[in-house]
DNA sequence: ACTGTACCCTGTAGGC
DNA sequence: TGCCTACAGGGTACAG
């Protein structure tokens, strides 16, 4: 392995799954892509969560990236021949992007395991997905069908987008009994939230994770105090956290600055047994299941 | 319509 | 050192 300084001034190492770090990944790589020209495409493996697309390669080379986009945890970059690669990173997907070629052999990252697509651009770019546990995956749609498309179509509102209003949540919430934090992980109520931004955003805004959806909205269907207080609260977290480049909870690489530091500023998130930064409030945070999954809450100051 | 559970897959951390 | 279990940012398919 070279010396780390030589890596990294051709590597950018780029972190993962929720809407901010999907965002930062985007960010990432929209130098790389955008206006760019696909020359090869190489494919490891035969399928990823799903089978990769028939023809992939193919329906790749020669095309031009117009545009790259996020939609929740979804990334589509919009090709000129009218494809969409639609992309999402499940837990453990990865991108690594490098600014140009390199020798066979001179760098350790060369065919590291779980390098399953590799982009070769015409300008001499590489762009490597790596997916240790493979739930994410690549989808090539046709741009007049991606609105009905079962993955995208049901997608619900952008948090960062004026769409997302404490009336909508309210209507959405109404006469629900799933748990608050099952409904805000809802993908189709609120596209990019996962685990850790719902955990934030509720301790921020002082509600329990486990009172009901409808608790947000009143009889008639209007949004309660509590919504009025949620939305501005799931906005903040998502702009700081995208502001920090993420969060990282692994060290999967050297600090090289593309590392996310969000997770240094976590109220809750993985921090059971430790003392609510809450001023005053002496809380200790608690985890719990729901849903098969963690969650992290201050029962003091969450009501 | 709503739960809750199992499952997809690999890696890592911690207990023994 | 190893072996075992639990757990991990995602989403879906079921059964009840």
Redesign the pocket.
Known sequence: MLPAPIRQRHDECLL???LP?VEIVRRGLVPALEGKVFDRVDQHRPDL?FPLPTRFAPRLEGQKVERLERR??YLLAHLASGDVLLMHL???GRFRVRKRAKQAGANAAEGA??DHVVFHMQDGGHITYND????GFMLLIDRSELAQHP?LGNLGVEPLSEALTPEYLAARARG???SLKSFLSD?RIIAGL???YVCEALYRAGLSPTRAASTLATATGEPTEDATALVPEIRAVLQDAIRAKG????DYRQANGERGGFQNRFGVYNRTGKRCPRQGCGGKIERIVQ????TFYCPRCQN
């Open positions: 993962m799954p929720e770090e969560r929740g945890k499940g837990m453990t395991k779980h240790p546990r493979r739930f993955l629900k009994k799933v993908q996962g685990n850790i969060s990282s909870l692994r849903a098969g999954r963690s």
